[in-house]
């Protein structure tokens, strides 16, 4: 791991670094300084939100010790967050290290090209997981009335950071549970959320009427207005065409 002073002027985004901040430090982000481009620069996620996240990188080596894969690549780790529902509102909170539950994200080549394959592992026979980002109002019992759900971590960090509270799946149907019944099967989390309120459901760029996997969402917004939500729109997310805009 490098020293983090180096990392984050290697990176060029040191200026970008909050003065006297005093949630965020430099011996807390443990993040290398390919992979802080990858999550501050083409993520746009604030340095407070990951350091918030507790992000952090890993070697081959110690990426192969974590998950128990032979994983081949360094990469980063997303923890999952603990998350309890009271009163329709979600509380997320992070464990100590290492996490129960987690995502970890190859890293990309040095000429930017991405991995072959998969590019995110997860435990090995692990359920899906609702991502509510370990931000404010998700760490303050205050769930909006009106939320989004999006495919990936990393946007809904980003955007949650900016002020528009999101939360992630890791796949767009990964909102359910195996089983043919999406009511029975949705997460527990999304349940218990709901009733009343108001769903944007986005897709990236890559996923239009032609797409295989365009009735996802589709049948998410089904679910939660069968459990109550006043209402579910799906949206893709807008594309130069050149470029998917997803993280």
Known sequence: MKDITSTLCASGLHEAWPPGSPTCHRASLLIDAADLQALAGDSAIPLEALCASGIRSLSREEASAFTGYDVGRAGFVIPTP????????IRASLETWPPTHWRFRFRRYRDGRDV???KYLSPRGASPRLY????????????????????????ALSATAAGWPM?????????KRSGPDDVGTVL????????????????DSDIDESHKAY???????RTLLALGAKSARVWTLPSDLSQKAAA
């Open 188 to 203: 527990p989390e999304l349940r218990a959320i709901a009733d009343g309120r108001k769903f944007l459901l986005l897709y």
């Open 215 to 221: 009735a996802a969402f589709h049948r998410l917004g």
């Open 167 to 175: 939360l992630a799946v890791s796949g767009v149907y990964n909102w």
């Open 116 to 118: 072959n394959g998969p």
């Open 132 to 155: 509510p980002p370990p931000l404010a109002p998700f760490t303050e019992d205050s769930t909006p009335d009106e939320i989004a759900i999006v495919e990936g971590e990393r946007k």
């Open 82 to 89: 603990i998350v309890t529902v009271t009163g329709g509102n």
